[in-house]
Structure formats: structure tokens, C-alpha cells
């Protein structure tokens, strides 16, 4: 195979990589709730409520209308756990009443056989190394055997949700259920079957409802908005590689012109031409290209199934067939229409220019003096000036796409971290009521403290539309102010500030009503006076005024919140308020504090980062390809007059760079001004993300692109000097 | 200054493999210009290429100013042509996106060039009466120009040995005349000029005269 052959060949694989890893991790992440809901059976609608006798509740549950079929369970809470590898306090024991189990079982069998037997969930078997055949401690019920391993994408997989699940069925008799499991006929009508619900429920207490949909927005909130930057990133990356390969597609056409020259001289047509030409690319590109995208997907389908796997969600399996086959015809159409169109280009213009293998657009050179080897070789890039202008626009939008994703690694770090991200401006919080406030604010380093309070509420009209209703003592700007998008900020009573997601979701504007029903039933309407671009539940959060949830009587869960000086020694605060008995709870941001899942997200960002880095540097090496082999008189006659090989990748950096450092100033632009807003707002169009590059990344960059440059110019270089200056002289003949 | 002997170089391959050079043999002193004469296609170009250091003999030996040519690494070879040899081609090989001048720096701006190949530049334009068109382009010079100009590219390095290709192949008859003169005053001063040449004015202005036929120089 020529080495010309070979570059090709290495574009579309380089191509097929990216588009194979993206696609693989894009269509496993958008696709892994529902396939993990199907697989497990997950309920439309879980009901919570305090303790009641199952004959009772039946009674009422099964009058309720579109119901398919119910099944309950006893849930209890804080069971400490112990397994061979780890043990925790928050385990969740899921007393089984009978029903379908709306979980699926991936590993040994389900309950039932025996008695005292028990399932655990994926992460918790992962995290405290029990599987089928041992033994778990479970509480005061002592050992139980562990006979199956279950998912249930109901929540993220432990350690990243705070409980570890645990299915039991019950020793004895059980009377009472505190959890119900709905499956309606008709999932678009889930709101009257709630609605009904909530006419029935009369009397039950402390009582909440959690839809399917309301389940991937809890684990939305879990992944934080890590997923959908995934998505939205591969969409960048695939445009990147397309770009790439039809670049790639281009320069193939380019070297071939004399060629298609001589076949137009021998009488063929310009159809025969392109036809030849397509068939040609088609042949590279049907194996290199499925080659690309089968190890691109394998290459990412590590860190993606274990993202999945602690997201509790399925891997696709042979379902990413499919779109993996999809996306090599679409690599495949790529590079035959690359190559197609420029062949179509140029079979029409007169065979004579063909055949001396001028350029498709050929433009008489500007002789100039000075400037060196490198200024000689930056000239000799800039020269064919369409080819130019596509090295530049690919390497951009690739470098474009690698600075995006240090923003998001920085971000992610930032949402883990550090809750300004999030518009909170307070450090810590204590369980205290108001009365304590004054001796908070008595504390050296407290700038302020105030009570904050939080209610879970559903929409009234689509009561599958969970809400977070916050309120604080006060201005509630000085302790948590995401960016006002529209409208102004609360002032009186009655008023409400919304997240953007929740005024996308209901269709809310500045100056309409929300109405919420909170977990008593009690409704609550709100003028919506400004919409903010709140990242926290994807946005389905309200701030309203402290004295509208007193006056609704809605309760709520109240706690303090501490906002330090910006001077102060947050440990000798923290001690003070130990010191009074309250433990304080830092502030976090939105993301898991996991370490485990963020290291996998770093996995899947380093593994794709690597791909586009490798499509940079093949896009070098393509155009100083191109530009050595056009200048191969050239650079032969400099080796002629002495010129080492030192020299020749002098002239060759001199081309890289001249591509390389406008591909930068592209690629900060293109991050800036294009990529970042468009992620942002394909991510999370109701926050405000901050995925502006930092100097120190821009630096990053620009070195990376020159060391790339550099290494380009080296490789090409070496090639370049194996061959006999003879060759090069011949070919410098007018 | 030039000593060449048993050179041996096929070119093609299997059937089409031709011996262009059997056992050629030549020597070039200081101060001498010496030139080839042959048919097209005897292999002229190729002894001057292999001389040179551009192309390498399957068998021989060659020394350029006491220095082996012959088996010396790439390296070498790069050092030995920047240092030693001079080369003129027939179609000049000027760098279209260079001035004429531009041209001429060009050969003093490889790591390891005459350390005043830069001043050489300047003085060799102006001495070989390019300075009126030293800014000029390739594109916009007669034919005699840019090979005064090739010329004066091959002398920037202040080599030894001078190996012209058919220097007057592609030039009208004044301009080929021209072209010889600087020929012959560079070996008047102390170089040695081997020129390969269809033209037989080259005749007159050489001191010793080659003939290659049958791979052997005689």
C-alpha cells in the first residue's frame, strides 16, 4: 500500500474512530433510561405515604382509572448493611407485598424459593462485593443468603444515590404498605390516574408521588448535566469528523489530478471520471471506515457501560448495532461524496492544467523575499488557499472541540465543588430553627445567616411535574441568586422567580401563574415575576417570598444557612457551631459527590479528547502531505543545495504553523462564541453554564497544537528524506 | 578536487533495467572546466547526479575535495553538497514564490551555510548583473536571468565543485554564451566545473572534453 493510500486510509479510520465513540456513548446515554425502565418494568407512578393497612389502600387503589396493575411494598430506611467488601448505615429494605417487582434482575435469580433470602442492587453488590451465593448482613435479621443481583433505574445506582436497596419478601404476614407501584394502560393520561389518586388518598399521610418522568429528572439532577454535554459534545465531534473526512476526501482528489487528467485524455467523460473516483474512495472507505467505527465504539465502550451501570441504566448491547451501522454509511457517503464533488470539479476543466497536476483552483504565486525556511514554508501553506482555509477550519473545530472539553472537565470540578456555580453564595448549613439565628451571626467569620426553606410540590396541572419550592427569611439574594433571565426578582407577597427548565416545561412567561400542589394536597398559586437560569433539578426549582409559604401554611423543611466573610477560617467556624450542638453541612454543588462516577466521566471525556487530538494531528500530517508532495521539486532542490533534513522540517513547521496558529485563534473563537453557547444551551438551556476557557486552557491549547505542528513537520520530514532528491528534481520540470 | 572512478548505475527495472553508467571514470583538478558530451538518454545527467551526492552508484568510488562520497551517510552527503558542491540545473529550478535574490539567500540559509553566504548573496547578484532584478520573480525573468541567478545560487556556498546540467539547454544563443562565460570564469578562479552538455559552443570554453557512451566516460 503507498503511503499516500495509507494517509488516506488513516483519516477515515481516524474518522471512524470519533464518529464510532460518539455515536456509542451518545446513543447508550440518550437511550439508557428508557431501556433500563423497559427491561425492569418500571411502575408509571410510586407513591410514598405513611404506613397503611394493604387492604385498606387496595380498596382505593384499585378504583383508580387507566390502572393496569399495583403492587406494593414496606420500605424501611437506615438498615446498616454489611457485605465481605464494605458495609454502610443507609441501607433501604424493599419488603416485597406481592405485584410485579418493577426491578430486573441481572445476575443470579429472583426471591421466592426460599424464605429469608435477599436481592441486592447492582451497585450495592458492587460496593460491598456481595453477589449470588453469600451472605449479607442485614440489621437485626441478621445473614441472608444473596440470591440474585437486580437494576432498577427508579434511582442512580449506589454509592452515587445515598441508599443501598434491598429486596426482601416478608417472613411473616405483612398488613402494612407505606409504597405503591402504579402501571397505568395509557401513559399519556398518567394525570388523571393522579389526579384520582390524589381525590382517594384523602387521610393518608406525608404522602408523595414520583412519575416515570419525574424519575429521569431526579436522575438528571443525580448526573447532574454531565450527560447531556455528552450528547451534546458528540454532535460537535461528529460535524468535526465530517469535516475531517471530507478534507481528507479533497487532498486524495488533489494528488490525483495528472491521473484524471490522462483519463480524460484517453476519452473519458466526466461522469466515467467521478464515477471511478467514487468507486476508488468507496473501496478505502467501506473497510477503514467500519474499522474506525467498530473500534472507536469498543475503544469507549468501557467507560460508557460503567457510566451506565452507576446511572442504573442498561448498555444497549447489539441495539448500538444499529446506529454503528448507520454511522459507517454515513462515513462511507462522506468520503464518496468528498471525493465525488472535487473530481466532478475538476474533470470539467481543460485536461492540459490536469495533466501538469495544478491545483483545483490554481492561483499564479506572489514571489516575495526574506522570511527564512519556516516564513518559505508558511508561504507555501497559505498558497493554496482553499486547502488552507479546510486544514484551518478542521483543526480549529477539532482544537475547538478539545477546549470545550477542558471546560467541561473544569466545570464538572466546579459543579462538584463549588456551589457559586450553582448561584448559592452561603458555605454552610446547620438544622436550627430561627431562633438561633442570632447566635449564628454572633460567630466570628459569619456575615450572615438566615432560615431557608424547601418544599417538594408537583405542578397542579401535570402533577408529574415535580417542583422544589425554596423560600428564605428575607432577601433571598443575598444567599442564592442564579442569573435573572427575564423578568425581576420577588418582592412581595404571592410572587415567584422559576427556574428557566420549569418555564420551558409548563410553557410559564413572566406575568403567568404557577400553580403547585404540595405533598398535602394544598394549593398554592404564584405570579411569576422573573424567570432565573437555575441549574439545580434542571431548573424545576421557584424561589418564593418566606411569608407566601407561611401564609399557604405549607411547612417545609427549614434550615439554616451561613454566609462567611470572605476573610473568614471556615474550620474555627465550623468548630463554633459544633460547639453549639450544630453540626454543619457544607455547601455542595450539583453533581455527585462520587468520585468513582466522575472518574468515569473523565474516562469517556480523556478517551474521546484523545480521538479528536489524533484527528489534529492527522490533519497536519495531511496538509504538509499535500504541501510536501506539491513541493516536492522544492524541497529537493534545497537538499540539493545542502539542506539537511533538519531543514526540509524547518520549511515543513513553517507550513504546519502557518495552518496550526490560525487554528487556534479559530478554535478559542469557535469555543467562545459558538461551541460553548450552543452546548450550554443544547445541555442545559435553563442554566447559565460557565464554559468560557480559562488562560491557563487557551495556553494549553496553543502548545498542544504547536507540539502537534511540530511533531507533524518531523514526521513528514523523515518521509520526505528517504527518498532520493532525483525523484523530487524530476518532477520540478515546468 | 574531483576524483570519480568504476561507477556503476542501472536505472529501471526486470526487463526495462538499463546499465546507464559501466565503469565510468573522472577526474577534475582546481581551476579546470571539463565537459561531457552525449546523446539523450546516455546517462549524463545520472554521472552528474551521483557525483553530486544527489543519487547514489551502485559501485564506484568518489571523492570531492579529498572527501568520500560514495557510501557516506545521508548526513554526510547533506553537509558535503551545502559545503562543496554547486549545482546548475537545465530548467534552473528557481522557487517561484522567491524573488530572484530570494533564490540566491535561499541555499545560504540552511543550518551549516558559508558563514557569509548572506553577504556572498548580495555581492555574487550584483557581480553577475542581477541587481536591477533582484526583486523580481521567477515568472517575470528572461530564461539567461534566472540562470544567472541559478548560477549565482550555486556559488553562494563558495564550493569547490561546480556540476552543471545541460546549463544552456533551455537559453537562446546569447544567453547560452553568457552562461558559459560565467562558467568559465568561475573555474578560472579556482574551481572545478564539470558541465554536462548536448551544446557543443561548450566545447570551446572547456579545457578537456568527455564523451559518454556505453556507461564509460572517454
Not at chain 1, 9 to 27: D, Q, T
Not at chain 1, 120 to 142: F, I, Q, S
Not at chain 1, 544 to 566: F, H, K
Not at chain 1, 617 to 646: D, I, K, S
Amino acid at each position: 500500500m503507498s503511503g499516500r493510500r495509507r494517509l488516506a486510509v488513516a483519516g477515515i479510520v481516524a474518522a471512524g474512530l470519533v464518529a464510532g465513540a460518539v455515536v456509542a456513548v451518545a446513543y447508550g446515554l440518550s437511550t439508557g433510561f428508557e431501556r433500563a425502565a423497559r427491561g425492569a418494568d418500571l411502575p408509571d407512578v410510586t407513591a410514598r405515604f405513611a404506613p397503611q393497612r394493604i387492604d385498606d389502600l387496595d380498596e382505593r387503589v384499585r378504583a383508580l382509572p387507566n390502572l393496569q396493575a399495583r403492587s406494593y411494598r414496606y420500605e424501611i430506611d437506615d438498615i446498616p448493611l454489611r457485605g465481605p467488601g464494605g458495609a454502610t448505615d443507609e441501607g433501604r429494605l424493599e419488603l416485597l407485598l406481592g405485584g410485579r417487582r418493577g426491578y430486573d434482575i441481572v445476575e443470579g435469580r429472583d426471591l421466592g424459593e426460599r424464605e429469608g433470602e435477599v436481592v441486592v442492587e447492582r451497585g450495592v453488590a458492587r460496593a460491598l462485593k456481595v453477589g449470588p451465593g453469600d451472605t449479607l448482613e442485614v440489621g437485626r435479621a441478621g445473614p441472608l443468603p444473596v440470591v440474585g443481583v437486580a437494576v432498577s433505574p427508579d434511582n442512580v445506582a449506589f454509592p452515587l444515590a445515598k441508599t443501598a436497596k434491598i429486596y426482601v419478601e416478608p417472613f411473616d404476614e405483612a398488613v402494612d404498605a407505606n409504597v405503591a407501584l402504579l402501571w397505568v394502560n395509557d401513559r399519556e393520561r398518567t394525570d388523571i390516574t393522579l389526579a384520582s389518586a390524589r381525590t382517594v388518598a384523602f387521610g393518608l399521610g406525608d404522602l408523595r408521588f414520583l412519575t416515570r418522568e419525574g424519575v429521569a429528572v431526579t436522575i438528571d439532577q443525580a448526573a447532574g448535566v454531565v450527560i447531556a454535554l455528552l450528547v451534546a459534545f458528540a454532535l460537535v465531534a461528529l460535524i468535526a469528523a465530517g469535516t475531517m473526512l471530507a478534507a481528507g476526501a479533497h487532498a486524495d482528489v488533489q494528488r490525483s489530478l495528472p491521473a484524471l487528467g490522462v483519463r480524460r485524455a484517453l476519452g473519458f467523460t466526466p461522469g466515467g471520471v467521478v464515477a471511478q473516483h467514487a468507486w476508488a474512495a468507496l473501496r478505502i472507505a467501506a473497510p477503514a471506515g467500519a474499522a474506525g467505527v467498530a473500534v472507536g465504539a469498543l475503544a469507549v465502550s468501557g467507560p460508557a457501560r460503567s457510566l451506565l451501570e452507576t446511572l442504573n441504566q442498561s448498555s444497549p448491547g447489539w441495539a448500538l448495532a444499529v446506529p454503528l451501522l448507520a454511522t459507517w454509511l454515513v462515513v462511507c457517503l462522506v468520503v464518496v461524496a468528498a471525493a465525488a464533488l472535487p473530481a466532478w470539479r475538476a474533470a470539467r476543466k481543460p485536461i492540459a492544467p490536469l495533466l501538469r497536476g495544478g491545483e483545483l483552483a490554481a492561483r499564479p504565486p506572489r514571489a516575495r523575499g526574506g522570511g527564512g525556511l519556516a516564513g518559505m514554508g508558511a508561504r507555501f501553506a497559505v498558497s493554496a488557499r482553499g486547502r488552507w482555509a479546510g486544514s484551518v477550519a478542521t483543526i480549529g473545530a477539532c482544537a475547538g472541540v478539545v477546549l470545550l472539553m477542558l471546560g467541561l472537565a473544569t466545570l464538572v470540578v466546579r459543579l462538584r465543588d463549588d456551589p457559586t456555580v450553582l448561584g448559592k453564595r452561603y458555605q454552610l448549613t446547620v438544622n436550627s430553627d430561627a431562633s438561633l439565628l442570632g447566635n449564628l451571626r454572633a460567630i466570628p467569620g459569619v456575615a450572615d445567616a438566615t432560615q431557608r426553606y424547601e418544599i417538594e410540590a408537583a405542578d397542579a396541572f401535570r402533577l408529574g411535574e415535580p417542583v422544589r419550592l425554596i423560600a428564605y427569611g428575607g432577601d433571598h439574594t443575598r444567599f442564592e441568586a442564579p442569573a435573572l433571565a427575564a423578568g425581576r426578582r420577588i418582592r412581595a407577597d404571592g410572587e415567584a422567580e422559576i427556574g428557566q427548565g420549569l418555564a420551558d416545561a409548563l410553557g410559564l412567561a413572566v406575568g403567568a401563574t404557577l400553580a403547585t400542589l404540595d405533598p398535602s394536597g394544598r394549593e398554592l398559586r404564584l405570579k411569576v415575576v422573573g424567570i432565573v437560569r437555575a441549574l439545580d433539578r434542571s431548573g424545576r426549582v421557584a424561589w418564593i417570598p418566606e411569608e407566601t409559604l407561611r401564609s399557604a401554611d405549607a411547612g417545609g423543611v427549614g434550615q439554616s444557612v451561613i454566609r462567611l466573610e470572605s476573610s473568614a477560617d471556615r474550620a474555627s467556624v465550623e468548630d463554633e457551631l459544633r460547639a453549639l450542638g450544630l453540626p454543619p453541612i457544607r455547601t455542595e454543588g450539583a453533581t455527585t459527590r462520587n468520585a468513582a462516577f466522575l472518574a468515569t466521566l473523565a474516562g469517556v471525556l480523556r478517551a474521546v479528547a484523545l480521538l479528536v487530538g489524533l484527528v489534529c494531528l492527522y490533519a497536519l500530517v495531511q496538509g504538509l502531505a499535500m504541501t510536501a508532495r506539491e513541493r516536492r521539486g522544492t524541497l529537493a532542490v534545497l537538499r540539493a543545495c545542502g539542506g539537511a533534513r533538519a531543514d526540509v522540517a524547518a520549511v515543513l513547521t513553517g507550513a504546519a504553523l502557518a495552518v496550526a496558529v490560525p487554528a487556534a485563534i479559530v478554535a478559542v473563537g469557535l469555543e467562545r462564541f459558538v461551541l460553548a453557547p450552543a452546548v450550554t444551551a443544547l445541555a442545559a438551556g435553563y442554566a447559565a453554564l460557565p464554559l468560557e476557557p480559562t488562560g491557563l486552557q487557551v495556553a494549553a491549547l496553543v502548545a498542544g497544537l504547536l507540539v502537534l505542528a511540530v511533531l507533524a513537520a518531523v514526521l513528514v520530514a523523515r518521509s520526505l528524506s528517504r527518498e532520493p532528491i532525483v525523484h523530487g528534481l524530476r518532477e520540478e520540470l515546468p | 578536487m574531483l576524483r570519480a572512478s568504476g561507477l556503476v548505475k542501472t536505472v529501471g527495472e526486470g526487463r526495462a533495467a538499463r546499465r546507464l553508467l559501466d565503469g565510468a571514470a573522472v577526474d577534475v583538478a582546481a581551476g579546470e572546466l571539463v565537459a561531457v558530451l552525449g546523446r539523450s538518454g546516455t546517462g549524463k545527467s545520472t554521472l552528474l547526479h551521483v557525483l553530486g551526492g544527489l543519487d547514489r552508484a551502485e559501485a564506484g568510488r568518489i571523492e570531492i575535495d579529498g572527501e568520500r562520497v560514495d557510501g557516506a551517510s545521508e548526513r554526510a552527503l547533506a553537509g558535503l553538497r551545502r559545503r562543496r558542491v554547486g549545482f546548475v540545473f537545465q530548467f534552473f529550478h528557481l522557487l517561484p514564490e522567491l524573488s530572484g535574490e530570494a533564490n540566491v539567500r535561499l541555499a545560504g540559509r540552511v543550518r551549516g551555510a558559508h558563514p557569509r553566504a548572506g553577504v556572498r548573496a548580495g555581492e555574487l547578484v550584483e557581480r553577475l548583473g542581477l541587481s536591477d532584478v533582484a526583486g523580481l520573480g521567477p515568472a517575470q525573468l528572461s530564461g539567461g536571468e534566472q540562470q544567472r541567478f541559478a548560477i549565482a545560487r550555486a556559488l553562494v556556498n563558495d564550493p569547490r565543485l561546480i556540476l552543471a546540467d545541460e546549463p544552456t539547454g533551455n537559453l537562446d544563443d546569447a544567453s547560452g554564451a553568457e552562461v558559459l562565460r560565467l562558467l568559465r570564469e568561475t573555474a578560472d578562479d579556482g574551481r572545478a566545473v564539470l558541465l554536462v552538455t548536448h551544446d557543443d559552443a561548450a566545447t570551446a570554453v572547456s579545457d578537456r572534453v568527455l564523451r559518454l557512451q556505453d556507461g564509460l566516460l572517454a
